[in-house]
């Protein structure tokens, strides 16, 4: 199960105590203090594994705590220190206080293994307290707490580019034909319930990562549908792709301002973000060409025909991809069709190119 959102309850190993100790041998008269310190608790860490992609595990785990320290023991000998928790989670995950909702942590880096809890500070024995005055000091000290904190897990997909579109528009067979993924596929909405990430290769040596979210619907943004609640996946992508639907019972106009609206309702941040315009399923009517022309033509997106494209339209200060953007608006619209291949090939490289521009 594709869990993306947590709390769990988190504490640091608490200090071993300080020992009370005289020695006793044969021979020694009035032997002195050899109390040993306690071991100091142990640590918690956070570690990034690419090998995990969801936060399922702490489902079933909400309680997560490292090793107290051991008590120190007679003859100067120290408490073993308490062994440390390393917790893996996948990259993206952001760490939150639950309590006031700040950000503590944001792990992105694979190499990343993160302190997060230090333990207690174990106590000192007896023998740090003898003095000229003192000399058979009869207490240690304890050892100090671990910390505690009730803290919320949120995975966020690092990808560089994210699909935006209503329902059953063509966004997983899209991902299917473009990528290394294979996301459930089937000609009814909602199909994708969770989030999916692939590789697209560009050529031999270039390649980005997609991600498809569950539909957005209108009104989405006030809890409709499922979309909403993982828009939070492609915050992070650099690129935006909007699918519309040539054949879907909203008009082309329509899905576009609804999805904008809706992107734009939740987070201000991501409706600023670059993007591209794909109609899909551009093989279905016959004259899929003339509604295209006609949507970039109502709408002031300041794009040309691709002279070498079929179908496509790019922002005319691009002059292809060679001169400078305005973000504001589409980098390019294009009819793709993921069932006959039509324009695939063009959309990879038309994303790619994008994203490198949008990285500046």
């Not at 071991?39 to 702490?58: A, H, I």
């Amino acid at each position: 199960m594709f869990i993306d959102s947590v709390e769990i309850f988190v504490s640091s190993g608490k200090g071993g105590e300080g020992s009370v100790s005289f020695r006793r041998e044969k021979f020694v008269i009035n032997g002195g203090p050899d109390g040993g310190n306690g071991g100091n608790g142990g640590n918690v860490y956070f570690q990034v594994d690419r090998n995990t992609d969801t936060l399922s595990y702490f489902r079933g785990h909400k309680h997560f705590k490292a090793q107290n320290g051991r008590p120190g023991e007679g003859r100067n000998k120290y408490g073993k220190k308490g062994e440390d928790l390393v917790i893996i989670v996948p990259p993206g995950t952001q760490v939150f206080d639950s309590k006031s909702g700040e950000l503590i942590l944001d792990l992105l880096d694979v190499t990343q293994k993160v302190l997060f809890l230090e333990g207690g500070k174990g106590g000192l024995g007896n023998v740090h307290f003898k003095s000229a005055t003192n000399q058979r000091p009869t207490y240690a000290q304890k050892g100090l707490p671990g910390i505690t904190k009730t803290i919320r897990l949120e995975l966020k997909l690092i990808a560089d580019v994210g699909l935006v579109g209503f329902p059953n528009v063509g966004k997983s067979t899209l991902v299917s034909v473009l990528s290394n993924a294979r996301p459930e596929i089937a000609n009814y909405e909602f199909t994708t319930l969770i989030p999916s990430l692939g590789i697209v290769n560009v050529g031999d040596y270039q390649s980005f990562v997609i991600a498809d979210i569950p539909g957005i619907i209108g009104g989405a943004s006030e809890g409709k549908g499922l979309g909403i609640e993982f828009l939070r996946h492609i915050e992070r992508t650099q690129f935006l792709l909007f699918v519309l639907d040539l054949a879907n019972y909203r008009d082309i106009q329509e899905q576009y301002k609804i999805l904008r609206l809706e992107v734009g309702r939740f987070s201000k941040e991501l409706e600023n973000r670059p993007f591209g315009i794909m109609f899909s399923k551009s093989d279905v009517l016959e004259d899929a060409e003339n509604l295209v022309e006609s949507f970039v033509g109502s709408l002031d997106f300041n794009l040309k025909k691709h002279t070498e494209i079929s179908q496509c339209y790019i922002q005319k200060k691009a002059d292809d991809f060679g001169g400078e953007f305005d973000f504001a608006k589409p980098l390019f619209a294009l009819s793709v069709s993921s069932v006959s291949g039509a324009n695939v090939e063009s959309l990879k490289h038309l994303l790619y190119a994008s994203l490198k521009k949008s990285r500046g």
